[in-house]
């Protein structure tokens, strides 16, 4: 399989993780694999929002990364996780489900999100329910360019009680674009994840791993921590709060190590809501809700980043913020 032409966000990253290596000692337990041995492909998960597409990927890597939620389009992020096993490395891209009742400039910035995670990829994973099939799904088959490798990924197979329903449902997948591969699976079946990556390694082109082995993710510890106040925010809030709402990191600091040699980080992040009426409901009585966001990121954040933390969060009006394409840009989406 011929190699695409990096893109220039793609080139950036490798450069950053080249300065990396140089930095490292070579002494890590990852056996080596010779460079002409090596494959290395991104895999992009699409579908619509709710197919367990983040469970997907968390089961792929094997840790924590994406943030997984009952409720619909917590991901507004492009997210890379890495999985590196034999000569093979998975760069997988979970993008952001696609969006179809409104069309604001947020939209509009996630559905280039969309569009550029599309054009560098080795194979789609195209995901969804078993059994199901509607409006929104067919949406994302028809973002899907022509002649890609895509693999259907019949997803929560567990939920299917007739099993023998799904065939005719499987046969009228394969009329709906050329398929690579139709798996029925379950995200949540160990054995199920073993068998998508062996089927996903000749999918990946012969080419040296654009990060070391052990790396899982390019995304940086700033942008974990909003992600991980991001779901306490709406998971706390329940139904209440609009997905307009978004968090904000402010400052990250690493201020020094205490007694054990433990790196102590100070995280000031704003909770950014359209209305005075949402900031109310982020507070919550008596400041109780806001303050149980801080102590539940804290929590998981001590034992992700391996530090001692201390945050301090701060909700913020900013009226109409999702329709402001400056604004938009100044929190980080472009
Ligand atoms: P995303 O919006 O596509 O990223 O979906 P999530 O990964 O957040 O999953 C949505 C919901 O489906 C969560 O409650 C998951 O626990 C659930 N889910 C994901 N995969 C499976 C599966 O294979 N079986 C079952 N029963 N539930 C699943």
């Known amino acids: ?34 460079i002409e041995e090596q494959h290395c492909g991104m895999v992009a998960i699409v579908g619509r929002p709710n197919v367990g597409k983040s469970t997907l990927l968390n089961a792929l890597v094997g840790q924590k990364i994406s943030i997984t939620s009952r409720k619909v389009q917590t991901t507004r992020h ?24 409104h069309s604001n400039a947020l939209n509009k910035s996630m ?8 054009s560098e990829v080795s194979v789609f994973f195209l995901v969804l329910e078993a059994g199901r099939y509607d409006n929104a799904d067919e949406q994302v088959i028809n973002l899907l360019p022509s002649g890609a490798s895509v693999i259907l990924i019949a997803n929560k197979l567990d939920t ?16 709906k674009y050329n398929f690579a591969e139709i798996i029925p699976m379950s995200a949540k079946s160990h054995d199920d994840i073993k068998r998508l990556l ?40 329940g139904d209440e709060l609009p997905y307009t709402s978004t968090v904000v990191i402010d400052q990250f600091q690493e201020k020094s190590t205490d ?19 949402h900031k109310a409901m982020v507070i919550g009585n008596k400041g109780e809700r806001i303050k149980r966001i801080g102590t539940e990121s804290r929590i998981e954040l001590e034992q992700l980043l391996n530090a001692k933390i201390f945050i301090e969060l701060w909700v913020k009006v900013r009226s109409g913020w999702a329709d402001n394409e400056d604004q938009l840009r100044s929190f980080g989406y472009s």
């Open 111 to 118: 559905n280039k999100v969309v569009s550029a995670a599309l």
């Open 160 to 175: 299917v009680k007739q099993r023998a329903r799904l065939a005719p449902w499987l046969l009228d997948m394969q009329t």
């Open 259 to 277: 007694k054990t040699g433990k790196r102590v980080l100070h995280i000031a992040a704003s909770i950014v809501v359209d209305r005075a009426s």
């Open 78 to 101: 492009r997210i890379t996780g890495i999985y590196t096993r034999d000569s093979y490395q998975f760069v997988f891209v979970d993008t952001p489900g696609f969006q179809t009742k």
């Open 1 to 34: 399989m011929p190699s695409k032409p990096l893109s220039e966000e793609v080139e950036q990253q490798l450069r950053n993780v080249l300065k990396k290596t140089d930095t490292t000692s070579d002494t890590n337990s990852v056996v080596k694999v010779a």
């Open 198 to 237: 062996k089927i996903t390694e000749q999918y990946l082109p012969k080419q040296p791993w654009w990060y070391r082995p052990d790396e899982l993710t390019d995304k940086s510890e700033r942008f974990l921590a909003a992600e991980i106040v991001r779901e306490k925010l709406f998971r706390l809030t």
